[in-house]
């Protein structure tokens, strides 16, 4: 087997069809076929399950290909070791975040290590939890500050940072800042602001609301950006939504205040997110010892 093979592989389960796949490589699709009928070989029984309309992986499939995708992934690693050593550069670090963190304390963070370290580059993304798991997982980022995914997949591992907790929240002028005190059935029939359904946070309170035996939410905006210009939206509206327990400050800058309504299933652990058994780069661990240094979880 090389390297091609697994990208062969990867790219006719994505397609879930060999004439496309081939397409996609550049191939023809006899050339295609051979290359995965000498995988089947090697492994010594199907990998995909033939049908009129395509093909699937078989669950040794599914298995050969997450083994071939993490040798595909220590090759990557190691030519990016290898050229660090040649050049000696420090590289990139590509650091994903969520919008819902300690943005504050993280970005302190990430300056000490620019000013520790003048020649590091620093690329970093911010998208949802979900989103920068995958990427992760895939060999797109090297590490990732998110809300750690229960349960965590085990190609990954966790060094844990800060608990959070989500409150939810209104504009200041909102009738229910009124109360002394709410259930959950106070909140089910006013319009929210929330992050998409395949959001840990959103699924997270839905389930809340459904053991309750209570109705759907209404949820008014969807929004997969949550940090504190989107949640503006919400000012001067009968909008509910939710904020971490670090954006208290600036959510009053906003005039937004949480509630009195606390819902115990919305804690969070914030971990940073690493490949386990990945090459480690310099600048990769110096910015975990300076996470944890700053956070102490």
């Known amino acids: 087997m090389n390297l091609n093979d697994i990208e062969y592989l990867a790219t006719v389960a994505a397609h879930q069809h060999v004439g496309r796949a081939a397409e996609a490589l550049g191939l023809t699709q006899p050339a295609l076929t051979r290359a995965i009928a000498r995988l089947e070989a090697l492994a010594g029984m199907p990998l995909f399950e033939r049908h009129p309309k395509g093909v699937v992986l078989t669950p ?22 290898m050229h660090q050593m040649k050049t000696g550069e420090l590289g990139i670090l590509r650091v994903g975040l969520t919008p819902t963190l ?3 304390r993280l970005m302190g963070v990430v300056r000490r290590l620019l000013v520790e370290r003048p020649a590091a580059r620093i690329h970093l993304t911010e998208r949802l939890m979900h989103y920068l798991v995958q990427m992760l997982l895939d060999g797109e980022l090297d590490a990732v500050v998110v809300p750690t995914p229960q349960p965590l997949p085990p190609e990954l591992e966790a060094t844990p940072l800060y608990d959070d907790v989500l409150h939810v929240v209104a504009d200041v002028g909102h009738p229910l800042q009124q109360r002394r005190s709410l259930q959950l059935a106070d909140l089910v029939d006013q319009p929210w602001l929330l992050p998409p359904p395949d959001t840990r946070m959103r699924r997270e309170l839905e389930r809340v609301v459904q053991q309750a035996g209570l109705p759907t939410l209404n949820v008014r905006v969807e929004a997969a950006a949550t940090g504190i210009n989107t949640l503006r939206l919400v000012t001067g509206t009968p909008m509910l939504t939710l904020g971490s327990q670090w954006s208290m400050e600036a959510m009053a800058g906003v005039g937004l205040r949480p509630l009195p309504i606390a819902l115990p299933a ?5 971990g940073l997110l690493t490949r386990r058994h990945a090459h480690v780069s310099p600048l990769a661990h110096r910015l975990r010892e300076l996470l944890v240094g700053e956070f102490g979880a």
């Open 60 to 81: 040794a499939g599914e298995a050969f290909l997450r083994r071939a995708e993490r040798i595909r992934m220590e090759y990557d690693d190691a030519l990016s070791e």
């Open 102 to 104: 300690d943005t504050e």
């Open 266 to 270: 919305l804690r969070r652990r914030i």
